[in-house]
């Protein structure tokens, strides 16, 4: 709406007229000449009269216009756009403030970190509202976090709690917070102005969420999660994106370390991936293990993709290592160092149970020695008093029937990453094995072979797609394992997630498997001595066995890194978990872990990230247990454009600007309508300028027509 | 005491530049007295121009003896004969050569000058002058006479005009161009601002009879250019007839009509051998005068 501070000015546009009199006068004040002929002037003037009289028409325009461009210009035009804001902007408003606090707001621009600035912006826009305008704030991070969540008049408590706020480690969804802004205001009695300050970098990954659900999608859920079609039209928004406008930053974004299951003496092998937003450029990768250096490498990465570098390490001796990958320090230090666990063991622990007959031969084949202390013969019922979490494997031979304790702490085992494989034997029926929920299948029954359907070659039943329990012995060419069978158990129906790995002959089950929380079961369906079989006595029967444990112990294997996250299982963030551990975040404060009322935990939140340490119960020095990262989802900083945010988020009254100052002149020109005087004096200027440049066009040297006929000294005429 | 006759028009300084120069006829002429010209006659001189076969009554001084022994044959051989230059200045006074622009004499005394500057220098070569002025009729007809007083009384005359109401231009050539009845040389002073097919054939008449023709159109440098500053009515000179317009606007349609004006009489000229020339009076006469007559000459050898 257009409106003159000062309309008295406008009977100054009554000047508009004064050139056509000028005009009409100056053709009534007309000086006879004398001249020699009329025919030339007569033959001229119908050869101009046409262009004569649209440089005329064009020269009145022009100067008609010069004058109520400064007519309108002195009466000083203001351009609204509040509808209710005629009032010199007195209407009273409803006011939500977004700040984007995703860790990239750390990056450090010349004027200071974004952070800063849009706190620093969000001060400023609440220290210009009046005295009854209410205000509310929102964090944008992973999930909206309500500052001040009910409109206030408070001034001076808002400014508080902004100037308190932190910047959060992890991303930024401000879809989410602008539509709980929405709803908030929504909520509001009273017919006031609502607007919304959204205060960000003006990374587009923040704004990822507009452009996934579109604003037709948008409208419909949850009211606190969506933000109508009549919002979109009718709040002003109101944009800082901050940030800078070709960002710079690298960073490791991910490390895999491999092998998997590391043992001393193995060779470690790091793939580090780099990620960069901006120009292609040199990054220097370095690995440290425990504060020293291990390894440093140069790559070459193309503007605003990723790149890997390999790194190689050995000799690292056994136990668990926290190892940093840094890239150089750059505008966002926050990113530039990622951590992890590299867990190295000396070997691999066994715990075999059940009597002595039953694991002699599993006992001999493992522990050949007998000062290997990595394998240990207890009988049933001692488990219940054994810390299973020092034991890699638990093999249960004829071990069965188990007390109900026994059974929960197997279970509980087998679920936190565990392998417990089961040899049967005559101590219990089949119905026996049911106590036990975690077997692959139950046994129905055991059956004896005849003599001459004794000798059965073992054949690996091929791992199918989705399969999660594998198994994959390999043996030399042509050799073909053959067992033979005097007595073997029959097996039910296979649980979920189990499968028949090995079968005795075509279609006898030799050995089935499962998988069961983070660890694995395996059944086998003969006795692990000679009792039931010969297979304890083949020459196969030490790799099957090893594999069984490498492959659980592969399955159970932490992972060297995680991000921070909330609600996560606590078995597959750190190995055997037990309800009197204390783990101990970086900062020292203690890590909540919950238990959802059946002995599962879970950990409620992941919230800083670095090394989290585990102190056993008794132990005298905790443990470094996990290594958390930020997600460095968001270290990827390209900005997204006006425009194309105008169009992800639909806003009909959208206004960004890229500095504070702009974003407080936006305001006022919102509240207060922005004065087009200046516009109207540069285009008077234009006008004076054009109308001088035609009026004074005929006046600009011409060639005479004496010098282009080129007449000479003598008179002569020399015509072209 | 006014000055009258020549020394109304040229000062000694100029008469003084003018001195050595002459004005020569590219045609043969016929003059009355012996002078420096080529005439069409055969007569004394020594230069040879043909032979003739010998005639009872011819001087035997005259028979080409060499002619005689080779081909046994009498033939007479004759020479060119030389005679003096009469020279025709034709001063228009008719309206439009009243025109003036501020600081220029109007073109008719710039054409008077112009009269008087040629006739001193014919008269300083012995040869005749004569003049014809006229606006919308014949006015004054002088014969060619080689006296200076001739020709002071001739400019006393032509003081005595002043610029006409209207003009008929071709109407008084071709009359005078009936009354020279023997070759010579015709001087036009004008700024033809006339009927151009008419004067054209006017000029024609003048070659047709075999005279030299040299024509002076004299313009005023803003009637060339239009060079004014602001709308005016403008009134024309020979009929009285005004109409308001802005010089401004129309220059450069102007000069382009002007241009070609200019144009169609030079290359008519060209076609007919008539020495045309463009003369502007913001050019001193003197300076003109001689830069012309030397650039004559030149062209002459």
């Known amino acids: 709406m257009l409106v003159f501070a000062n309309p008295a000015f406008l009977w100054a546009l009554t000047a508009a007229a004064i050139p056509l009199m000028l005009h009409m006068f100056q053709r009534r004040r007309t000086v006879v000449t004398p001249f020699p002929t009329l025919r030339f002037l007569k033959a001229a003037q119908k050869r101009s009269s046409s262009r004569v009289r649209f440089e005329n028409f064009l020269l009145w325009l022009l100067r008609t216009l010069l004058l109520l461009m400064i007519g309108f210009a002195f009466a000083l035009p203001v351009l609204r756009s509040t509808t209710g804001g005629s009032w010199l902007s007195r209407t009273r408003r409803d006011v939500a403030i977004v700040i984007d606090a995703s860790y990239s707001m750390n990056y450090e621009l010349d004027r200071g970190k974004i952070f800063a600035i849009c706190k620093d912006a969000a001060v400023s826009i609440v220290n210009g509202l009046f005295a009854g305008d209410r205000v509310c704030v929102y964090v944008a991070a992973d999930t909206p976090i309500p500052v001040i969540e009910k409109p206030t008049t408070e001034h001076a408590t808002v400014v508080q709690a902004i100037q308190a706020l932190a910047c959060q480690h992890g991303s930024s969804k401000l879809d989410e917070a602008v539509a709980l802004a929405l709803h908030t205001l929504e909520q509001q009695d009273g017919r006031r102005e609502r607007e919304v300050y959204i205060l960000t970098d003006g990374q587009a990954l923040a704004w990822q969420g507009f452009r996934d659900a579109p604003p037709e999608a948008a409208a419909r859920g949850d009211d606190r999660a969506r933000i109508t079609r009549e919002q979109r039209d009718k709040v002003s928004f109101f944009a800082l994106l901050a940030g800078a406008l070709q960002p710079d930053n690298a960073c490791p974004t991910d490390v895999k370390v491999s092998p998997a299951l590391m043992l001393a003496g193995q060779t470690a092998r790091l793939n580090v991936r780099v990620g960069r937003t901006g120009a292609a450029k040199h990054v220097t990768v370095a690995v440290d293990i425990a504060g020293q250096e291990r390894g440093r490498r140069s790559i070459s990465t193309d503007a605003d993709t990723e790149a890997t570098v390999d790194f190689v390490l050995s000799g690292l001796e056994p136990g668990t290592h926290v190892a940093t990958v840094t890239t150089p320090q750059d505008a966002l230090p926050e990113d530039d160092t990622f951590q992890f666990l590299i867990r190295v063991r000396k070997q691999l622990p066994v715990l075999i149970a059940g009597p002595q007959d039953a694991t002699r031969y599993l006992k001999a084949a493992l522990a050949p020695g007998a000062a290997d202390e990595s394998v240990k013969q207890a009988e049933a019922a001692e488990i219940a008093q054994i810390d299973l979490r020092d034991y890699q494997a638990l093999f249960l031979c004829d071990a069965f029937p188990l007390d109900g304790q026994t059974v929960l702490r197997v279970e509980e085992y087998a679920k936190n990453g565990g392998v417990v494989v089961v040899f049967p034997g005559y101590r219990a029926e089949a119905g026996a094995y049911t106590e036990l929920k975690i077997l692959p299948a139950f046994p129905a029954s055991t059956v004896d072979i005849p003599v001459e359907l004794a000798a059965r070659p073992l054949k690996r039943i091929p791992n199918q797609e989705g399969q999660v329990v594998t198994f994959s012995l390999p043996l030399p060419p042509g050799t073909v394992p053959t067992v033979a069978l005097k007595r073997v158990m029959t097996l039910g129906e296979l649980q979920e997630g189990s499968a028949v790995l090995v079968t005795a002959g075509d279609d006898q089950p030799f050995m089935a498997g499962r998988a069961v929380g983070r660890g694995r079961v395996f059944l086998f369906t003969v006795g692990a001595n000679r009792d039931w079989s010969t297979f304890p006595l083949t020459a196969f029967f030490l790799p099957v066995v090893h594999q069984l444990i490498r492959q659980g112990a592969g399955a159970s294997v932490q992972p060297p890194h995680l991000t921070l996250g909330a609600h996560l299982p606590v078995n597959e963030a750190v190995p055997n978990y037990r309800d009197d551990d204390a783990i101990s975040m970086p900062s020292g404060l203690p890590l909540a872990i919950k238990d959802n009322g059946n002995r599962t935990f879970f950990i409620d939140t992941l919230p800083e990230p670095g090394i989290y340490t585990r102190a056993k119960a008794g132990a005298a020095e905790p443990e470094p247990v996990l290594a958390v990262n930020t997600d460095r989802f968001e270290s990827r900083l390209t900005p997204a454009g006006s425009d194309e945010l105008a169009e992800w988020t639909g806003f009909k009254k959208w206004l960004t600007a890229s500095d504070p100052e702009e974003l407080l002149r936006l305001i006022d020109e919102h509240r207060n309508g922005r004065s087009l005087a200046e516009i109207f004096l540069w285009l008077a200027l234009l006008f004076a300028l054009l109308e001088w440049w035609i009026a004074n066009r005929a006046l600009r040297a011409q060639t005479g027509a004496t010098e282009k006929m080129k007449v000479d000294l003598a008179g002569k005429v020399v015509t072209s | ?301």
């Open chain 2, 1 to 301: 005491m006014s000055k009258e006759g020549i020394s109304a028009y040229l000062t000694p300084a100029q008469m003084s530049k003018l001195n050595r120069l002459a004005l020569n006829s590219r045609y043969v002429v016929e003059g009355t007295l012996a002078g420096r010209h080529r005439s069409a006659q055969k007569g004394a001189s020594t230069e040879f121009a043909d032979h003739r076969s010998y005639m009872p009554g011819d001087d035997l001084k005259r028979i080409d003896w060499k002619v005689l022994g080779r081909t046994d044959k009498y033939y007479i051989r004759r020479y060119q004969d030389e005679t003096n230059l009469r020279v025709y200045l034709l001063v228009d006074r008719s309206g439009s050569m009243g025109y003036t622009s501020a600081e220029h004499p109007t073109k008719f005394n710039y054409a008077c000058t112009l009269a008087a500057a040629l006739g001193y220098v014919v008269l300083k070569s012995r040869d005749a002058v004569g003049m014809y002025i006229y606006g919308e009729k014949m006015d004054a007809a002088l014969p060619c006479k080689n006296s200076f007083n001739e020709l002071n009384n001739a400019l006393k005359i032509l003081q005595g005009y002043k610029p006409a109401q209207g003009t008929a231009g071709a109407d008084v050539m071709h009359q005078i161009a009936e009354s020279i009845n023997r070759r010579a040389m015709v001087i036009i002073i004008s700024d033809l601002l006339d009927d151009q097919p008419e004067i054209i054939k006017a000029v024609a008449h003048f070659r047709k009879n075999l005279h030299d023709v040299i024509v002076f159109h004299t313009l005023d440098p803003v009637e060339l250019n239009l060079d004014l500053k602001r709308g005016a009515e403008f009134e024309d000179l020979e009929t009285g007839e005004r109409m308001i317009a802005d010089p401004r606007a129309m220059a450069k349609e102007y000069k382009d009509l002007m241009g070609q004006f200019i144009e169609d009489y030079r290359k008519a000229c060209s076609e007919m051998k008539v020495d045309y020339r463009l003369v502007k009076t913001d050019e001193p006469v003197d300076t003109f005068v001689r830069a012309y007559l030397e650039e004559r000459k030149r062209l002459s050898r």
